[in-house]
């Protein structure tokens, strides 16, 4: 209850703030910042997937996995902080609408989950030895890094299918 209610105070403080407005006010802002979550998309996908391809035994076969663990790191970490920005910039521009957005509630859950993964098992599965992972296990871990990731993109393209008005979440007008 309580939770709901600051996450409520949190949309509608986002929603009223300078960037929520600024954004949701201009013709150009919105798809400018869209083009950063996209190609940010783009490159921490493209990490994802070459890790786990390997991880698979699918692709870079001949690459050891912890040394491509460390090469894509820089390119994972900062296309992970911009989708991250660009991502809380488009949210506050309709941030109490896509409180009441189950696409969005999806995508945050599986967000938090594919973090939380992605920094513990599967950090510590491609900097360990090779020969010291069960196949089993390694496999497991692409599959479930795969699965999180996808939910939260598909979870992202839901998000404009799904429309939630304002009213019926606050109850009242936006201010
Ligand atoms: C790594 C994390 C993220 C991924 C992979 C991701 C992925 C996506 C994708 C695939 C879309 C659809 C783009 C389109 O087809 O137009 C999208 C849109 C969106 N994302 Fe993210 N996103 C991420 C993080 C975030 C975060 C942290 C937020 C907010 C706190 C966010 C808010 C949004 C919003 C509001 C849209 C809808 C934009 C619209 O109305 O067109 N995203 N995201």
């Known amino acids: 209850m309580w939770l709901r209610d600051a996450l409520l ?19 150009w802002l919105f798809p400018f910042v869209e083009i950063f979550h996209l190609i940010g998309l783009g490159i921490l996908g493209g990490t994802i997937l ?3 391809l390997r991880l698979l035994r699918l692709a870079f076969r001949t690459e050891e996995t912890a040394r491509l663990a460390r090469d ?32 969005f509630r999806t995508k945050m859950s599986f967000l938090l ?7 513990t098992i599967h950090r510590k599965v491609v900097a360990a030895d090779e020969s010291r992972v069960k196949a ?27 429309t939630t008005s304002a009213s019926s979440v606050t109850g009242a007008l936006l201010p």
């Open 9 to 27: 105070t949190f949309c509608r403080w986002c929603n009223g703030s300078f960037f929520g407005h600024g954004i949701r006010d201009s013709v």
């Open 50 to 52: 070459m890790l786990n």
């Open 72 to 103: 894509v790191q820089p390119w994972m970490l900062s296309s992970l902080a911009v989708m991250l920005i660009s991502g809380f910039l488009l949210f506050s521009t309709e941030a109490v609408k896509m409180y009441g957005n189950w696409a």
């Open 113 to 119: 989950l594919a973090i939380i993964f992605t920094f």
């Open 136 to 162: 089993g296990w390694r496999v497991s871990v692409a599959l479930i890094s795969l699965l999180l990731w996808s939910g939260v993109g598909l979870g992202g393209r839901a998000i404009g299918y799904v």
